[in-house]
């Protein structure tokens, strides 16, 4: 079966110190993995991909097969980050609809 | 339009009334999906099209529920003697090429009271 597991319901961060938002997952193949972000009143959006291997506002995420992990990080954080950040994953190809984890949300205190 | 839109932005109705929300993906996309987004929770996958055709309904919660895309491109989602636990903000989403994301719309808060 398909799963997502963030662990951290809500992480607070001070401005400045480094952030990481942890993903597992739970799938029988080769999965593609995403991190989503939701900004206060503002709609669901793509933040990173693991395939494309970007920097997306400072942040990287990087697959590691042996861990089924898929976590989010950023060396610095600013209080634009604070927001609800969800991992989620497909099929290879994105031949399957992703699944989503609940979510962490992330708090950055000046 | 320059990205998914979805009517209405909120709906109250009451218990065991009918409902349809819809959603209109971006121009071009074929793949488009719902799901439901209850609190607190991670969205929940409901149903997926790949064009006219329903390629994936099994998150779809009971028989309650149906979807269709009639022409490929707006999709309604209909919820039939709703209950107090449908609640939920119902969000869809489109994709050109779903390995590269999707893109969402701002949702659907549905509240049945």
């Known amino acids: 079966a398909q799963r997502v597991t963030q662990p951290e319901k809500l992480l607070s961060v001070f401005k400045g110190a480094p952030v990481e938002l942890k993903c597992n997952y739970s799938?029988?193949?080769?999965?593609?993995l995403f991190w989503y972000v939701q900004y206060s009143r503002q709609r669901l959006q793509l933040l990173l991909r693991?395939?494309s291997r970007e920097s997306i506002k400072g942040f990287t995420a990087d697959l590691n097969k042996g861990e089924t992990s898929f976590h989010l990080k950023k060396p610095f954080a600013q209080e634009e980050d604070s927001a609800m950040y969800y991992c989620a994953l497909s099929g290879i190809s994105g031949n399957t609809p992703l699944v989503f984890g609940k979510g962490t949300r992330l708090s950055v205190i000046a | 339009g320059a990205g998914v839109s979805q009517t209405p932005s909120n709906k109250v109705t009451e218990k065991g009334k009918y409902v349809e929300l819809r959603c209109d993906p971006i121009?071009?996309?074929?793949?488009l999906y719902w799901y439901r987004q209850s609190l607190g929770q991670g969205p929940e996958f409901l149903i997926y099209f790949q064009g006219t055709g329903a390629a994936d309904d099994s998150g779809l919660p009971n028989d309650r529920f149906f979807a269709v895309r009639p022409e490929g491109s707006v999709s309604t989602l209909k919820i039939q003697r709703t209950e107090r636990g449908d609640s939920a903000v119902y969000l869809c989403a489109s994709s050109l090429d779903p390995v590269r994301g999707y893109t969402f719309g701002s949702g659907t808060r549905l509240t049945v009271v």
């Open positions: 799938y029988s193949g080769s999965p593609e």
């Open positions: 693991h395939i």
């Open positions: 121009s071009g996309h074929t793949a």
